[in-house]
């Protein structure tokens, strides 16, 4: 069965520190999706990261970067000197692959992070 | 990508009453949805999948007469909280299977 766990309930930070969040996943499948979503107090989904089960490669995007691992099935994202408009919620998810990605999400239990100013 | 447009954005409503959330594939046809649910402080949990012209298929524990999902085209699936009580209070979002990754905007229900 696929889980994702995500460690930290809640962090707080103080801006321009930089924090990363954990994502440790269980599936088993050789072939699967990992994700991360931004959920900002309005709640919304706000899409960040979709990789596959077979591109390890680190990725950067601007103050955002993503570690994969599969030897330890984490998939980790770090924000760097963070700012208050990142307070929010970040969900890592797995999806199992298909054909057409007709799979369901299975969601983490989020990570509500804090930027104090 | 594709986008998804949830309606409305929220919606207050008296117990007992029903309540239609809509979903609308707007750039792309849809013939699998998912509707997920998220309880205050809590993560998404995958509530049905619905299907283009046939019956939904719901998770464990959700009840398919409570939560009516109706798929009648390939740009439109609705869920209908019948019968709504102050613990069917949440936020209910919906996401389209074609790219994999977009979710709509959400709903958030507050039954009174």
């Known amino acids: 069965a696929q889980k994702v766990t995500q460690a930290q309930t809640e962090i707080s930070v103080v801006e321009k520190e930089d924090v990363t969040l954990d994502c440790v996943y269980e599936?088993?499948?050789?072939?699967?999706?990992l994700f991360w979503y931004k959920q900002p107090p309005s709640g919304e989904l706000v899409f960040l990261i979709r990789r596959n089960s077979f591109d390890e490669q680190n990725e950067i995007s601007g103050r955002y970067s993503w570690n994969f691992q599969k030897s330890t099935s984490s998939f980790n994202f770090t924000i760097t000197a963070s700012q208050v408009v990142d307070s929010a919620v970040y969900f890592c998810?797995?999806?199992?692959?298909?054909?057409?990605?007709?799979?369901?999400?299975?969601f983490g239990p989020g990570t509500r992070l804090s930027v104090l100013p | 990508g594709a986008v998804v447009s949830q309606h409305p954005s929220w919606v207050i409503c008296k117990s007992g009453t029903s309540v239609k959330i809509e979903c609308r594939s707007l750039?792309?046809?849809?013939?699998?949805m998912f509707w997920y649910r998220q309880f205050p402080k809590q993560s998404l949990m995958l509530m049905a999948t619905?299907?283009?012209?046939?019956?939904?298929?719901?998770e464990q524990g959700v009840e398919k007469d409570k939560f009516l999902i109706n798929h009648a085209s390939l740009t439109l699936s609705t869920l209908t909280v019948t019968s709504a009580h102050p613990e069917d209070s949440s936020f209910y979002i919906c996401s389209e299977t074609n790219y994999g990754y977009t979710f709509g905007s959400g709903t958030r229900l507050t039954v009174v």
């Open positions: 998810a797995l999806s199992e692959a298909s054909f057409n990605y007709g799979q369901n999400f299975v």
């Open positions: 599936t088993r499948d050789t072939t699967y999706y």
């Open positions: 619905s299907n283009e012209g046939s019956k939904a298929t719901y």
């Open positions: 750039d792309f046809q849809a013939t699998t």
